[in-house]
């Protein structure tokens, strides 16, 4: 049982390109399950900083293969422009294969993101743009274009041509918009076929085949468990799934060849665009946090909204996820902040509970019920050993294993690939 997942185990950005980059030393390959250039995973190493949205994080170490998985959908332009950037920087991404069974982003697809989008007005999603929901819908209605197909131009002109004739005629009756010209997208498509042919391949035999020879496999989420399609914070998600069990279905792995789930928790909340949030700071606390740790979208640019940790949406990841241990990112920058709160309940209505609510006017109208800790003046930043953190983090740190039932294997206390504390190793010889 050689995989491992990793699963965020928040709204997203907790920090998962660096976990993976990390584990990636010790695996064979890094498998992306889900999403699409809607996410986007930061690795600091010794070649600079890298902004990835597609390419696995594992793609900086040299012995590790990564593969972009069936469950992804390709924006091809993106994933040729990471790999024009990767290519300069001088990083080797000839190990680097593409699913042939992963869904494209076509061009209509992001337009009519933006327009849906901009039809809802003030009951906003608040998407990337990008087109993943419009792809997905399209993986579902089984009149996607996949990778495979733009290979081979019979079939790709028989696919797109019905298919461009139904959303042009829905941009221009619905939209008002300009139709696209099937001629013009024809021969581009064709073209992100010929660019992407030596990276294009059928991954499952070599996924499958990884496995049964007990080589490493690290299965890397995107996004995070409350943005989860079945599970999270419906309808303010994604449109894929990102828990472990979708990891399973995206790929085409048994969830027997599963062997540890990891759950990566930032050490305060954040998640980007509308949906409820009720550990939120509205107040200077928030703005600190954020211009401290940045809190910026590696996709979009946009201010992310931070409070504090939520307990509830955190034990909920874990018991959904079954994380058989955890990972804590960014405690340092809650170094200097004294007093630190968890949300430990909501308020509903006059009403006590300490579990997540399924109906969103109940999420939106939660008010937060607050446990204080006193904070820690001495630096966590860089720290190697957990020995060398004060006692207040530790007890913050022990205090929030106790509300997700789970311990922390590796506390980041920075961005960089050793600015890490390995409690216990996760991939496992």
């Known amino acids: 049982m050689p995989a491992y997942g990793i699963v965020g185990a928040q709204w997203g950005d907790e920090g998962k390109g660096k976990i993976v980059d990390f584990l990636a030393e010790s695996a064979d390959m890094v498998v992306r399950y889900s999403g699409g250039s809607n996410a986007g995973h930061t690795v600091i190493n010794e070649k600079g900083e890298f902004a990835l949205h597609l390419i696995p994080s594992g793609i900086f170490r040299t012995n590790v293969d990564v593969v972009i998985g069936p469950g992804v959908v390709v924006d091809v332009p993106v994933l040729l422009s990471e790999l024009e950037n990767l290519h300069s920087m001088g990083v080797d991404t000839n190990r680097l294969l593409v699913s042939d069974r992963a869904h494209v982003v076509m061009p209509y697809h992001i337009m009519l993101d933006q327009l849906e989008e901009k039809e809802r007005g003030g009951n906003a999603i608040g998407t990337t743009g990008r087109g993943i929901g419009p792809t997905y819908v399209d993986k579902v209605a089984r009149v996607g274009i996949r990778v495979g197909d733009l290979l081979d131009p019979t079939y790709l002109s028989e696919r797109l041509n019905p298919v461009l004739s139904t959303k042009n005629r829905i941009l221009e009756k619905i939209y008002e918009s300009d ?3 099937f001629d013009e997208l024809y021969k581009e498509a064709l073209g992100w076929g010929e660019a992407l042919r030596p990276y294009i391949s059928s991954v499952e035999k070599k996924i499958l085949g990884s496995l049964s020879k007990g080589e490493k496999i690290v299965l890397e989420g995107a996004q995070g468990a409350m943005l989860d399609l079945d599970h999270g914070t419906y309808p303010f998600v994604t449109s894929s799934s990102v828990s472990i069990g979708g990891a399973c279905n995206a790929i085409g792995i048994p969830p027997n060849q599963i062997a540890g789930i990891i759950g990566v928790y930032k050490a305060y909340s954040s998640r980007v665009g509308a949906g409820p949030m009720p550990s939120e700071l509205h107040d200077s606390m928030g703005h ?18 931070v409070g504090w940790f939520d307990g509830i949406t955190a034990k909920y990841s874990a018991i959904v996820n079954g994380f058989t241990s955890a990972v804590l990112t960014r405690l340092d920058v809650l170094d200097g902040i004294n007093p630190i709160k968890i949300c430990v309940g909501y308020e509903i209505d006059g009403k006590k509970i300490d579990y997540l609510p399924t109906q969103p006017k109940q999420f939106n109208s939660a008010l937060p019920i607050w446990e204080e800790m006193p904070g820690w003046s001495s630096p966590t930043a860089g720290a190697t050993d957990i020995h060398d953190l004060p006692e207040e ?7 929030l294993e106790e509300i997700i039932g789970c311990s922390f294997d590796v506390i980041s206390t920075g961005p960089k690939r050793d600015e890490s504390i390995i409690i216990r190793p996760i991939v496992t010889s």
């Not at 910026?296 to 946009?302: D, L, P, V």
């Not at 983090?393 to 205090?399: E, F, S, T, V």
């Open 179 to 181: 139709p696209i010209n």
């Open 288 to 305: 600190e946090i954020r211009e401290k740790a940045w809190e910026y979208g590696t996709t979009t640019g946009r201010p992310r909204r």
């Open 393 to 399: 983090a530790l007890n913050y740190i022990n205090r």
